[in-house]
Structure formats: structure tokens, C-alpha cells
């Protein structure tokens, strides 16, 4: 008869049997280590602007992207199925990169859609470190550094000033309310006042 801790140990080997060999653990260590590393570059950027989605958002969202697709391949699912896992991933980071964009009341006053496009780039990014196109997700990243780098030095060239990139800019009503603390509401009339210092016109003798 089969001792009990030979069934534990039998069922607990098993269930670490996705990994067969060291070639296979070693492709996916690669693929997830190559997944976080350039969702990592991304939220770097972002961090350095003091963005809310950082260096850890991006890096769990470009993993968890290739995450999805690693356990589609390992499962031997058809390309056919596999698009529909695609369809997931874009649809589910679409509804996270919303919660990094801002709508204040009145029109043209929304901030965060850089940040929303980056995060939604991020997961496409470890969709291809996901699937083995280490190659495609470098040179994404390095195309996605290179445009959010060369805004803002393209809005100095145009404007002659540092400008501040979509997501940057403070929306109307914060400007309104800006200009608003600076010109103050009443402004005192000194030149009807008589100061105690005999500013006043002398009495009529």
C-alpha cells in the first residue's frame, strides 16, 4: 500500500511538472525578466515625470501581459483561441490606464492620456516579450523613450519655451483659479482715504 507522504510528494511534483526541464525554465525567466525590465524603462519615465503609474506599475503590467500569453503557449491553445486571450489583455489594461486619466468639469480640461497610452504600449510590449519577440518588445520600448523624450524638445523648438506635454498642462479651471488668486477681488482706494498721518487735503480756514 502507498503511503500517504508518497501521494504528497507525487501530487506536489506533478504540479510543478509545467517546467520539464532547465532549457524551458530558462525561456521563461528570460521572457518574464525581459518583459519587466522594459515595462520597467517606461515607468521610469513616467516616475521621473511624477506620474502616479510608476516604475512597479508598468513592470507588473508588461509581466502579467507576458504571463498570459506564456500560459497560453504552454497549454498547446491554438492561434486561433490564443487571439481571444490578446483581446483580454488589451481590453482589461484598457479599463487600468483609464483610472490614470483626470476629467475636470468643462471641456478640454482631461490630463493622464499619455500616461493611459503608455501603460496600454507596456502590455503589448510583454505581449511580444511573452511570445518571443524579445527583439520586437527592445525596439518598441526604445521607439515609445524616443517619442515621449522628443515632445517635450519639440515644443521648445516650436515655441522657443519649455512647454508642458497633453497630460502635463494644468486644465482650464486650475489656470482660471491661478489667475484668479492673482488679481485681487477688491483693490483699496487709498486716494479717497485720509491717512492719520495728515495725508488729507488741509481744513478750509
Known amino acids: 500500500m502507498t503511503e500517504w507522504w508518497e501521494v504528497i510528494l507525487a501530487t506536489t511534483a506533478g504540479e510543478f511538472s509545467d517546467l520539464p526541464d532547465l532549457e524551458q525554465a530558462t525561456r521563461i525567466v528570460v521572457r518574464l525578466g525581459m518583459a519587466g ?46 487571439s481571444r486571450v490578446l483581446q483580454g489583455i488589451i481590453a482589461g489594461v484598457g479599463f487600468l490606464g483609464a483610472g490614470t486619466i483626470l476629467k475636470s468639469d468643462g471641456a478640454h480640461q482631461i490630463r493622464g492620456l499619455t500616461t493611459a497610452a503608455g501603460i496600454w504600449l507596456t502590455a503589448a510590449i510583454g505581449v511580444a516579450a511573452g511570445l518571443g519577440r524579445e527583439a520586437t518588445a527592445l525596439l518598441s520600448t526604445l521607439l515609445a523613450l524616443l517619442v515621449l523624450a522628443a515632445e517635450p524638445l519639440a515644443q521648445r523648438l516650436l515655441h522657443g519655451r519649455s512647454a508642458p506635454a497633453e497630460d502635463d498642462a494644468p486644465a482650464a479651471g486650475e489656470r482660471r483659479a491661478a489667475a484668479g488668486a492673482r488679481s485681487p477681488s477688491s483693490a483699496p482706494n487709498h486716494g479717497s482715504e485720509t491717512g492719520s498721518t495728515g495725508g488729507g487735503p488741509p481744513p478750509a480756514s
Open 37 to 82: 525590465l522594459l515595462g520597467g524603462l517606461l515607468g521610469w519615465e513616467r516616475e521621473h515625470r511624477g506620474k502616479a503609474a510608476g516604475v512597479r506599475t508598468h513592470m507588473l503590467v508588461s509581466m502579467g501581459a507576458a504571463l498570459f500569453v506564456l500560459v497560453a503557449e504552454q497549454e498547446g491553445i491554438a492561434p486561433a483561441d490564443n
